[in-house]
C-alpha cells in the first residue's frame, strides 16, 4: 500500500473513537495538550507571582513576560526538545523560557514536574466533575418530566424477568431516576473533596521552599496557600509523597464506575421494553435497523451506552492496581496508565450521559401494546381479589379457591399449549357459581387498582428528591442534544 499523502494523514492514523466519533468538544478540550500544556504554564505564572509576594527577588516585569505567553506554545520546539531531553516538563520548560526571556531564571523556581503535573491533573478532574455534573442533572430532569407523565400509566412489573405484580411506566422510571440521583451526589462529593497537590517539592517535604525562604516555614506554608487558591482550590492535601496520593484516582474513577453501572441497567431496561415493543428509545426517520432486515428497530442508542459503560467500568481496574503498587514517595509505572485511564474515563462517562439524554429526550410509549399484556396476566393476579368479592358475596372460601383453582389451569393450558389468549375471566363469566360476582368483574380487573401507591410515590420522589436536587443547576439544562452518530 502507497504511503498516504499529506492530506490524508490524519486518516491513516489511529484515532481514538472516544474523541474522533463521540465526546463532546468540551471534554475532549479538558484532556487536550493545550489544555494541559496551558494549565502548566499558568502554575508556573501562580508560583511566580506567590514567591514575588513572599519576598523572592522576582520582578514586575518578569511576572508580566509570562501572563503575556500563556498561550503562546511552540508545540513543535517542545516536541523536538521533548526527544532530546526525554523530559516532558523540563522540555516545555525550556519552550517557555524561549518566549520568556527575562523570565528563564525563575520559571520552575524550586519545584518538581509534578508540581505541574499531578496539580493539572487535579485542575482537569475537578473541570471533567464540572462538565459532567450538568449534563447528569440533564438527564435526571429529562427522566422526571418523563416520570411524571406516566405517572399513573399501569404496566406489568416483572421480578426474574417473570410476570410480577402491576407498577406504572412512570414509577419503573423512578428506579433509574432513583440510581442516577445516588451517583449525582457522589460525583458532587468526589469533586468537592478534591484538593490541590500545592507546592511540595521532589518528596513532598517542601525542602526547596523551605531552602529558597531560608528557614521560614510560615512563608512556605503561605506560598502552599496562596498558590492553592489561584488553582481555585479550598484545600491541599497536607502531606504528599512525589506524587498526591493514587488513592484519589481510586475515588475519582469509582463513582464514574457506579455511574457506568447505573446507565448500563437503565439502557438494558429499555432494550428489554424495545423488544416487549411497550417503549422504544428514538429512531430516526431514515434510520436503518438492520443490512438484512429491513424491519428492525435495533435500539442501537442505549446499546452503545451499555458498550460504552462496560469500558467505564472496567476502567476502575487501572487505579486499583497503580495505588497499590506505589513504592515509598513514587514510582514513574503510574504516568503512562494515567495518561489513558483518567481520561477515557471521564470521555466515556460524558459520552453514555449524552447519549442518554438523547434517549430520555424521545422515548417512545405504546400504551395498547402495554395494556394487551396486562390484558394477558392480569386474570391471574386478580384471583385473589375474585376469591375475597366472593366471600364477601356469601362465598366458602375454599370453594371459591379450588374452583378458581381449576379455572386458572384450564386457561393456562389454552395460552401455554394452544398459544392461545388468556380466557380464565370467559371461564369465571361462564361459570355460574360466580354469579355473584359477575357484576363486579370490571371493577375487579381495573388495572390502576393493582398498583398501589405507585402514583403518590412517583410524586413523592420527585417534589422531595429529585428537584430539590437539581436546583443547583438551575439554568443549565440546556436544549434537546442530537447526536451526530
Known amino acids: 500500500m502507497a504511503a498516504p499523502g499529506a492530506e490524508e494523514d490524519a486518516l491513516a492514523r489511529y484515532r481514538s473513537p472516544l474523541v474522533s466519533r463521540y465526546a463532546s468538544a468540551e471534554m475532549a478540550f479538558n484532556f487536550s495538550e493545550r489544555k494541559k500544556f496551558g494549565t502548566w504554564r499558568r502554575l508556573w505564572l501562580y508560583l511566580a507571582q506567590a514567591e514575588k509576594s513572599l519576598g523572592l527577588p522576582i520582578t514586575d516585569e518578569q511576572i508580566q513576560e509570562m501572563e503575556a505567553n500563556l498561550d ?5 520546539m517542545a516536541a523536538e526538545e521533548e526527544k532530546k531531553l526525554r523530559h516532558d516538563v523540563m522540555a516545555h520548560v525550556h519552550t517557555f523560557a524561549h518566549c520568556c526571556p527575562k523570565a528563564a531564571a525563575i520559571i520552575h523556581l524550586g519545584a518538581t514536574s509534578c508540581y505541574v503535573g499531578d496539580n493539572t491533573d487535579l485542575i482537569v478532574l475537578r473541570d471533567g466533575f464540572n462538565l459532567l455534573l450538568p449534563k447528569l442533572a440533564r438527564v435526571i430532569s429529562r427522566l422526571a418530566d418523563f416520570a411524571e407523565k406516566y405517572a399513573e400509566l399501569p404496566t406489568l412489573g416483572f421480578t426474574h424477568y417473570q410476570p410480577a405484580q402491576l407498577t406504572t411506566v412512570g414509577k419503573r422510571c423512578c428506579l433509574w431516576i432513583q440510581d442516577l440521583c445516588m451517583d449525582l451526589q457522589k460525583l458532587e462529593r468526589a469533586r468537592d473533596d478534591l484538593r490541590f497537590r500545592g507546592v511540595k517539592g521532589t518528596t513532598g517535604t517542601q525542602a526547596s521552599f523551605l531552602q529558597l525562604f531560608e528557614g521560614d516555614h510560615s512563608k512556605v506554608e503561605e506560598l502552599d496557600r496562596l498558590v492553592t487558591a489561584k488553582a481555585g482550590f479550598k484545600r491541599a492535601y497536607i502531606v504528599t509523597g512525589q506524587t498526591y496520593s493514587r488513592k484519589v484516582d481510586i475515588e475519582v474513577m469509582s463513582v464514574l464506575a457506579s455511574l457506568g453501572a447505573s446507565i448500563h441497567k437503565i439502557c438494558t431496561d429499555i432494550r428489554l421494553l424495545a423488544n416487549l415493543k411497550e417503549i422504544e428509545e428514538p429512531f430516526e426517520k431514515d434510520q436503518i435497523g438492520s443490512s438484512a432486515m429491513p424491519y428492525k428497530r435495533n435500539p442501537m442508542r442505549s446499546e ?36 489513558v485511564c483518567l481520561a477515557e474515563a471521564f470521555l466515556t462517562a460524558d459520552i453514555i450521559l449524552s447519549t442518554l439524554q438523547n434517549i430520555s429526550e424521545g422515548l417512545v410509549v405504546y400504551p395498547k401494546v402495554i395494556a394487551r399484556r396486562i390484558r394477558q396476566e392480569l ?12 366471600v364477601k358475596a356469601g362465598g366458602n ?7 378458581i383453582r381449576v379455572l386458572s389451569q384450564q386457561a393456562a393450558a389454552v395460552v401455554k399449549q394452544e398459544g392461545g389468549d388468556n380466557d380464565l375471566i370467559d371461564r369465571v363469566r361462564a361459570d355460574p357459581y360466580f354469579s355473584p360476582i359477575h357484576g363486579h368483574l370490571e371493577s375487579l380487573l381495573d388495572p390502576s387498582s393493582f398498583t398501589g401507591r405507585a402514583p403518590q410515590q412517583v410524586a413523592k420522589f420527585l417534589k422531595e428528591e429529585v428537584r430539590p436536587a437539581l436546583v443547583p443547576y438551575q439554568g443549565k439544562m440546556g436544549g434537546k442534544i442530537e447526536l451526530a452518530l
Open 72 to 76: 503562546n506554545i511552540d508545540f513543535q
Open 379 to 390: 386474570p391471574f393476579m386478580a384471583t385473589e381479589n375474585i376469591i375475597m368479592a366472593m
Open 397 to 403: 372460601r375454599q370453594d371459591c379457591h379450588e374452583k
Open 304 to 339: 452503545r451506552c451499555c458498550s460504552l459503560a462496560r469500558h467505564l467500568m472496567a476502567l476502575v481496574l487501572d487505579p486499583l492496581q497503580t495505588a497499590s503498587v506505589q513504592w515509598f514517595e513514587r514510582t514513574l509505572d503510574d504516568s503512562a496508565n494515567r495518561r
